[in-house]
């Protein structure tokens, strides 16, 4: 039976595994409810976000770790190629069409895949 989220805050929902509420018995389709009415003694639902994640479309999302501090990225800026262009230990131009790169080795040695 398709359910909304918002189903449990409202007046017609029946509380019953069998049925979703007096109106639609079988649920709704589609993403919204015509008849939805707010039940005012319904208990608030609290979206508890952890640090670190987000809500999106009711669900929770950790989102990936950052393995850079914001003074580390800002300083990324000042010295790696991919914003540069140029190799930081001997600088030699790097070609900037190529912007999927992972990798950056430079013919004198210089190497760095952390970005």
Known sequence: M???PECDRCLLYAHNPYLVCAVHLDGVDGGNCLD???DPNAE???LWEPEGATYY???S???PQQRWTQQQKLELLDWHPMFTGRCPQCSSEFD???TSRVHWDCKCGWMDDTV
Do not use: C
Request: glycine share 12%; hydrophobic share 30%.
């Open 2 to 4: 398709p359910k909304l």
């Open 61 to 63: 999302i950790v989102q």
């Open 36 to 38: 939805f009415r707010e």
């Open 96 to 98: 900037q069409g190529d």
């Open 57 to 59: 479309n009711g669900e």
């Open 44 to 46: 608030p639902v609290e």
